[in-house]
């Protein structure tokens, strides 16, 4: 089946860093991806699609220069989270959806960003 | 925009069938998904309904849609200890985005 890898699984970095996380189709292409949000014993919150080759869509209320995404091939989209401070802190999950599909969802495994 | 509403808690006894409901409230949904999330982990696609389907059965999972009444549920037969787990709705009404219910906390007790 379809599989969706997340690096780094945890992360803990300083206030005022930035952090990059990547989420990788590893057995299909994926011309679009998704990037969401999860607070302890909350649902997702998609954050922004990534498409390949363009601009990512942020969801209303998402800042665009804080959270950057770059959908540079097929297979990868990268988050970097920039200037991180501790309310950033919080699960992030990508899933990517293959081409010319318009039902199924793979979810990534999902990155720990602790913001000390 | 669209709302999904779910309860929060389910709690069960191994071997009973669980029954875990969603409600949302855009009519136009097309595909509506059921995603079950284990601790520390991503959400993994359980099954999922076509909008012009009532019901849709794949093994112990069966999902009934009542359109008029914007309704989902997922039942699970023969509940086991492995089942226990937050389990979310999901609706789409573009392709590829999805809208999540805050989730259900299913408990299974021996």
């Given at each position: ?5 997340q690096?780094p ?7 005022g860093t930035?952090?990059?996380?990547e989420?990788?189709s ?7 991806m ?11 919150m998609?954050?922004?699609t ?17 959270f ?6 097929l ?5 970097t ?5 501790p ?12 081409i010319?599909g ?12 602790t913001?000390? | ?29 097309t595909?509506l998904?059921?995603y079950?999330?284990?601790?520390g ?11 012009n ?21 997922l039942?699970?037969?023969?509940t ?20 999540f219910g ?6 299974v007790?021996?």
């Open positions: 089946g379809a599989v969706v890898s690096h699984s945890r992360v803990i970095c300083k206030s930035s952090v990059k996380i989420c990788r590893l057995d299909f292409q994926a011309t679009t998704f990037w969401y949000r999860q607070f302890p014993k909350q649902s997702l998609l954050m922004a990534s498409n390949e080759g363009s601009k990512a869509t942020y969801e209303q209320g998402v800042e665009k220069d804080k950057l995404i770059n959908h540079a091939s297979t990868l989209s990268t988050l989270v920039t200037s991180a401070h309310e950033d802190s919080s699960f992030y999950i990508c899933s990517a959806r293959t010319g318009a039902v199924e969802q793979y979810f990534g495994p999902g990155t720990r960003l913001v000390t | 925009g669209e709302d999904v509403e779910q309860s929060l808690f389910l709690s069960v006894r191994e071997g009973d069938s669980s029954v875990i409901n969603c409600t949302y409230t855009d009519s136009s949904s595909y998904y059921w079950k999330q284990e601790p982990a991503g959400l993994q696609l359980l099954t999922y309904i076509f909008s389907m009532d019901m849709k059965q794949d093994q112990r999972l069966t999902v009934l849609l009542n359109k008029k009444d914007k309704h989902l549920s039942r699970i037969a023969d086991q200890t492995g089942d226990s787990a937050i389990y979310f709705c999901a609706v789409n009404t573009n392709a590829g985005k999805s809208t805050d989730g259900t906390t299913l408990t007790k021996p």
